[in-house]
Each structure stands twice: as structure tokens, then as C-alpha cells.
Nanobody
Framework: VQLQASGGGLVPRGGSLRLSCVGS????????LGWYRQVPGSQRELVAV??????INYGDSAKGRFTVSRASKSTVSLQMNNLEPEDTAVYYC????????????WGQGTLVTVSS
């Protein structure tokens, strides 16, 4: 599975961005699809994920400001509103693939920079 993310950029504090991710390849096995983010020197953290049966989980930093949506088995978007400088990070699209075993796939990352 290949994941192609897009939509990052530079926005001022309080602004909005929409990230998109499209999966390709053997997408039939995709179970969970969502977003993580990482700041240099820190661990990658959950932003939002849509599970196989539609359950949505948000990281604490995303609750109330970000909205994840999954248009298909292999397409997911993240609407980010009221962005803060602390949201500056590289955002990674993430897919969990189930094929007898579980495999994790990551997109190339898209940089979101929020200026103060």
C-alpha cells in the first residue's frame, strides 16, 4: 500500500488547513486509516483515525478543532481549524492493513507550519 498525502503549508494562528491522503496498491486490506504527527525530537502522536467499522478516535490535541473523514476505503481527509503554533509538525497519513497479519504503512509526511 502506498499513501500519498497533500495539503500541508503555512498558516497563521487561528487559520485552517485540510489534509488529504489517498491510498493505492493493495487497498482491499486497509482497516484503519488516519493521521499521526511528529515534531522533531518527539514521538509520533495520534491525531485522528477512522477504524474499519467507522469508529473515530482523536488525539487529545485534535479534539474539538480537527475533523477526520473517510470518503472511501483508501481516502481520508483531516480538516484542521483554529490552528495553533503547537500544531506545527509533520503530519503522516497512516494505514493499518490486515492480511492474516497486521501491517502498518506510512505516507511521506506533509509539513504544517502555524505562525504566531
Amino acid at each position: 500500500v502506498q499513501l500519498q498525502a497533500s495539503g500541508g503549508g503555512l498558516v497563521p494562528r487561528g487559520g485552517s488547513l485540510r489534509l488529504s491522503c489517498v491510498g493505492s496498491g493493495k487497498i482491499s486490506g486497509i482497516s484503519d486509516l488516519g493521521w499521526y504527527r511528529q515534531v522533531p525530537g518527539s514521538q509520533r502522536e495520534l491525531v485522528a483515525v477512522v477504524r474499519r467499522r467507522g469508529q473515530i478516535n482523536y488525539g487529545d490535541s485534535a479534539k474539538g478543532r480537527f475533523t477526520v473523514s473517510r470518503a472511501s476505503k483508501s481516502t481520508v481527509s483531516l480538516q484542521m481549524n483554529n490552528l495553533e503554533p503547537e500544531d506545527t509538525a509533520v503530519y503522516y497519513c497512516y494505514a493499518l492493513v490486515e492480511d492474516n497479519l497486521e501491517y502498518t504503512f506510512w505516507g511521506q509526511g506533509t509539513l504544517v507550519t502555524v505562525s504566531s
